[in-house]
């Protein structure tokens, strides 16, 4: 059975990603801290590349499965904000409409 949670916590780092003996898969790790306790948490591809760096504040969705008695994280809800500044995730680069010739 896997038990999910909804975790606001702090990101205060991101490991090196690590490779199987078998070079099959790779692992990604982010090291977390809450209520003066830290640890690092498994994290997918795509939330480790998209945590920013720096002090992070973040609201995931966790994952406990009990059949092999593992925490980790199942997806990135939010992110609060990046050492100590609201985030705000920059707008797309949009381009300018073309100007009309003069006649």
Wanted: no cysteine; proline share 6%; charged share 20%.
């Amino acid at each position: 059975m896997k038990i999910y949670n909804e975790t606001k916590i702090t990101v205060v780092g991101k490991a090196e990603p690590t490779t199987s003996t078998d070079g099959k898969n790779t692992y990604y790790r982010v090291a977390v801290m809450q209520n003066g306790q830290a640890t690092n948490l498994m994290a997918s591809e795509d939330v480790y590349n998209a945590i920013p760096d720096g002090l992070v504040d973040v609201v995931f969705i966790t994952a406990y499965d009990d059949k092999y008695q593992s925490f980790r994280v199942d997806s990135l809800l939010q992110i609060v904000s990046v050492n100590g500044r609201p985030f705000e995730k920059s707008a797309p680069a949009s381009t300018p409409a073309p100007e009309k010739a003069a006649k």
